[in-house]
């Protein structure tokens, strides 16, 4: 057919090459471009879209749990950044300096912030006094900067959006109960809503945030079988707390250590979604992130009463709550299917004299393409079936896509093979030594993703030194 | 009483000395703190609260006139805010300058952001060909940097919330049109949200904004009788595009320039609520921009029934849409009173055991104290009702005052006395000469605040230099 010639025509098959599949799905569904600022990209209005919803949906989870936002500035005094050690050697080196302001240098540098850990201890030590002061939980939505030499939209870009989660808490307990807490948020909020499924575990000592006594993540599997950290959460323990002096006075009179942690989620979900449900045709957005969820596209829309109907059934839709638009602009259908389809929007509606008629429509679903004829009457009943089923079965085909792509490895010549052959996870057991990280990245590119809570033994002794095995990992090779 | 005694040692009084006032409240309502980084401040989650609220308004209003939400980058290429000389004049000496990215010096130095026109002018000259691109009606939600030598908590500070928007039209009309249509999205959503009503009217060439043709303004009046700019929108006509070169083709084929649009309003408008409605016990917030609308003080909560009943209250309150809390903690009665007073919670309703007993509630509010009994039975359509009146009753005060505050001035003589004797705006007419408004800003620091659109001819000449009148002017002494 003339339209699905001229998709293929518009963007690479995914087949032939993922990254340019990504890049051109990423330019025709309109929703980043590149600027003059090198490493930055600018959110155009169908990105911006879903990253709104994505924070709308996030917000709203995180108040339910008792979260508060604020903001803090966009700069750390470089002092203020050196205060904690490990912290400051992994970021230091990719951070963006400020070092004149108006028309004179500063008498200290300041960084943008690259996270702000720093800026929340230095908050904390003046608000924290009494343990009627605790917990604090806040978190910022702002952007952040990470001065990154290779960048890709959405995926790696050296200014992005964020929300970062900070607490302050009176016990180690209550810190850790948090951490995981907000984990789970993550993850049932990917699962929920982006129709992503997620390992959850605990980064390696290697792979861990700087400063944190424990970081936990959630790795997701895109169509390509490269893995994806999707959102993590990490405990402090007291460690921040010592450099920074955030002490309080516990019931009892003494002096305490505060606990604490931070979780954040970026824009780079919105290239999770593309890398997950995308297809040759374009983007695939779950219903229930999708900032337009039902096209409306008239057919024959020149003849008499269409263009009314077409209005009419948008009408009817909004008033139940869709979020629907109707395309009524001077291109053909096949064109029209063409755009809703590159776009992601979860159906369409085609609605034409004949239809009319039958006092019926055809609802198209985007991920199967299966159409279904309603009738008129019960069209908002059927669609809201329709886009239920849809979100489970994205969520479903992505699992399955997943666990076919999850291989076991016993032996360390299986495991390099299969790292290498078949893109996906591969679970093999690791001594908890560093060293074998360090190998297995060298020899094949490919990192621990994560010790996965749910554990299981595969074998007794871990697959590259062959010496007794602490945990079974998920090793991947990732975005 | 001993409640008004605390609170008086608590806050300076406003008549005593209003920056001090200010000040105190700032801190005393935990709207914000002051940070380790200089002139830069932690919006704490009361004062985030609110800007929350104003956002959400703002962008609902926003979005039913067309506008799409985006994100541009936070840097700035120096050459990129060298292209249009004026803009870069007004801007290139209040900005921060990144050097170096990483380990690394840039070869070009990048500027913070300290509004966008340049990037959206970058961008529009990329994303617009035909006619059919246009309007573009973008908006973002962002932080911006300027910075200032002195600053105060929301009103001037180096870095600051706003959103902008940036709009590209086919014609000057339009254009037109669009800095209009802001400019009452703005007046409109003070007025009705905030209560602060607002002179609509044109800046001076002296006041307009760097690289606008026009700027139009809403200025309002603080309880101090001074002035405070709320919210500008400009129009730009082609200035921009050709320094850009953005150029459509025309449905005649012609290539034509763009003409362009730019509004912003920012976190200042939180300090322009304090500086209108605040007293001398704190923060009075309008009930529709309060996160917290009515405050359950529960009296004599140790008394069997009573904590279960303001519970009960709360629940049936937040069932009919109401944002209500219960303060039940340890603290007394009165000292409740104050904090609630203290963070300008627009209602308070007091139940205790006599109260319960008698099958009522009193509703107090927070901007004349005056106090409500109310039936249970009826709680939530009085409730409704006060919170309407008081919304209503805010507004006409500030109207009242401004409007008491307002004086005209017919000679020179005149005018320097009464701007210099009362604060407030002075009405006076204006030849349009800069050097005239330079000498009464040298005389008195006063500037032209704006050229109301509501013109009235006071006299015939200029109140400074006698010459034929141009327009009457509202001069201010201003933050």
């Given at each position: 057919m003339a339209k699905e010639k001229k998709l293929v025509e518009e963007i690479t098959s995914m087949d032939v090459d993922f990254a340019q599949w990504y890049t051109d799905v990423v330019k025709k569904a309109e929703l980043t471009d590149y600027t003059s600022v090198k490493g930055c990209m600018v959110i155009k209005p169908a990105g911006y879209a879903i990253w709104e919803n994505i924070q709308h949906e996030l917000d709203r989870r995180f108040k339910e749990t008792g979260v508060e936002n604020v903001y803090l500035p966009m700069f750390i005094p470089e002092s203020l950044l050196q205060k904690e050690k490990d912290h400051v050697e992994g970021f230091a080196p990719e951070v963006a300096w400020v070092t004149h302001g108006g028309m004179e240098q500063l008498q200290e540098r300041l960084c943008v912030r690259p996270t702000s850990e720093t800026l929340f201890c230095d908050f904390y030590a003046k608000e924290i006094q009494s343990y009627r002061d605790l917990p604090k939980v806040y978190n910022q939505w702002c952007s952040v900067v990470r001065w990154e030499k290779t960048t890709r939209p959405f995926l790696r870009s050296r200014e992005f959006l964020w929300q970062e989660g900070h607490t302050a808490h009176a016990t180690a307990e209550e810190a850790e109960a948090r951490t995981q807490q907000m984990l789970n948020v993550y993850a049932d909020f990917c699962e929920e809503v982006l129709a992503i499924p997620v390992i959850r575990g605990r980064k390696t000592d290697k792979e861990k945030f700087a400063g944190a006594e424990a970081t936990y993540t959630i790795e997701s599997l895109m169509h390509d079988g490269k893995a994806l950290q999707s959102g993590t959460s990490h405990n402090f323990g007291d460690g921040f707390a010592k450099a920074f002096g955030i002490q309080y006075t516990a019931k009892d009179n003494t002096l305490q250590y505060v606990h604490q942690t931070s979780w954040g989620m970026t824009t780079r979900m919105i290239g999770a979604i593309i890398m997950v449900h995308g297809d040759n045709s374009g983007l695939v957005l779950p219903p229930r992130i999708a900032p337009v969820q039902v096209m409306v596209i008239p057919i024959a829309q020149h003849k008499e009463g269409v263009l009314d109907k077409a209005y009419a059934i948008k009408a009817d839709l909004l008033q139940a709550g869709f979020?629907?638009?109707?395309?009524?602009?001077?291109?053909?259908?096949?064109?029209?299917?063409?755009?809703?389809?590159?776009?992601?929007?979860?159906?369409?509606?085609?609605?034409?004299?004949?239809?009319?008629?039958?006092?019926?429509?055809?609802?198209?679903?985007?991920?199967?393409?299966?159409?279904?004829?309603?009738?008129?009457?019960?069209?908002?009943?059927?669609?809201?079936?329709?886009?239920?089923?849809?979100?489970?079965?994205?969520?479903?085909?992505?699992?399955?896509?997943?666990?076919?792509?999850?291989?076991?490895?016993?032996?360390?010549?299986?495991?390099?093979?299969?790292?290498?052959?078949?893109?996906?996870?591969?679970?093999?057991?690791?001594?908890?030594?560093?060293?074998?990280?360090?190998?297995?990245?060298?020899?094949?590119?490919?990192?621990?993703?994560?010790?996965?809570?749910?554990?299981?033994?595969?074998?007794?002794?871990?697959?590259?030194?062959?010496?007794?095995?602490?945990?079974?990992?998920?090793?991947?090779?990732?975005?």
């Open positions: 979020k629907v638009k109707v395309d009524d602009s001077d291109k053909s259908p096949g064109w029209k299917f063409s755009e809703q389809e590159m776009k992601g929007i979860p159906v369409r509606i085609e609605i034409g004299p004949k239809d009319i008629e039958a006092n019926q429509a055809v609802i198209v679903r985007r991920d199967t393409r299966e159409k279904i004829v309603v009738s008129l009457d019960s069209l908002s009943e059927k669609l809201t079936e329709v886009l239920d089923t849809m979100q489970h079965d994205m969520l479903e085909r992505a699992r399955a896509h997943r666990d076919a792509h999850t291989y076991d490895a016993l032996t360390y010549d299986e495991f390099v093979k299969t790292i290498n052959e078949k893109p996906g996870f591969v679970r093999a057991m690791w001594c908890g030594d560093q060293a074998c990280e360090d190998k297995v990245k060298e020899d094949t590119t490919a990192t621990a993703r994560c010790m996965p809570f749910k554990q299981e033994k595969i074998s007794d002794v871990c697959v590259c030194c062959g010496k007794p095995a602490k945990a079974m990992v998920y090793w991947g090779k990732a975005y």
